[in-house]
């Protein structure tokens, strides 16, 4: 079955800076890849997503790469602020049978003021 | 609220005791999930629902926890003889048959087994 790994851990930016999240899959067939974020004792939320016939995707601040040949895919935040501090999820699924989500093990990120 | 809702939002109880949770999916949405977050952890997977059809389970889905959608609409999802083990936020997503594959997550069930 699928597995997702999420690195790192935690990471701390300088409000401001940019913080980058990377995640690897090991089905190739999982072709839909979410970001959630989930503040401390809330649901987690989407904040974007990529199919794989897409190589990138933007929207403002964030932005999501993925590499299939490599099965990586990133998630990048630019020009930081207080409320990106929260924990982030990758996940994988394999889109056309709207299966389960396979969530990585998610990054605590905070923003130093 | 036209989003995912879940109850209770908190449930204490002992060990050996039944509990029963409820998701209401948001309206129209045929796909019904239920996942089992634990402090530190993403999301693991528990099963499935497409209107009221169980389509799949997980491993970790024991003989002691059951779910039902009988009507298609909302769901239930119970534990028998609870365990210690099972103490976890018991998370609920719905998602609309056709146009996205978004999952939309309730606010959960923060269950404490003492």
């Known amino acids: 079955g699928e597995n997702v790994e999420q690195h790192p851990s935690t990471l701390s930016v300088q409000e401001g800076d940019s913080a980058v999240i990377k995640c690897t899959y090991s089905?190739?067939?999982?072709?839909?890849f979410p970001w959630y974020k989930q503040e401390l004792g809330k649901r987690p939320q989407l904040i974007i997503d990529?199919?794989?016939?897409?190589g990138e995707k933007k929207d403002q601040r964030i932005a999501v790469t993925l590499n299939k040949t490599a099965k990586h895919f990133s998630l990048h935040i630019t020009e930081t602020q207080p409320e990106d501090s929260a924990v982030y999820f990758c996940?994988?699924?394999?889109?056309?049978?709207?299966?389960?989500?396979?969530f990585g093990s998610g990054t605590r990120l905070s923003i130093r003021p | 609220d036209t989003g995912v809702s879940q109850d209770p939002r908190h449930k204490i109880t002992k060990r050996g005791q039944n509990v029963t949770f409820r998701c209401d999916p948001i309206?129209?949405?045929?796909?019904l999930y239920w996942y089992r977050q634990t402090l530190g952890q993403g999301p693991e997977f528990l099963t499935y629902?497409?209107?009221?059809?169980?389509?799949?389970k997980s491993r970790l889905l024991s003989d002691r926890f059951s779910a039902e959608r009988p009507k298609g609409s909302f769901s239930t999802l119970e534990i028998q003889r609870t365990e210690q083990g099972d103490s976890a936020m018991y998370l609920c997503?719905?998602?609309?048959?056709?146009?996205?594959?978004?999952?939309?997550f309730g606010p959960g069930t923060r269950l404490t087994v003492l």
């Open positions: 997503a719905s998602s609309p048959s056709k146009g996205t594959d978004t999952q939309y």
């Open positions: 089905d190739s067939a999982s072709n839909y």
């Open positions: 990529i199919r794989s016939n897409v």
């Open positions: 996940a994988a699924s394999l889109y056309s049978s709207a299966s389960k989500i396979i």
């Open positions: 309206s129209e949405h045929n796909r």
């Open positions: 629902f497409q209107n009221e059809a169980q389509l799949e």
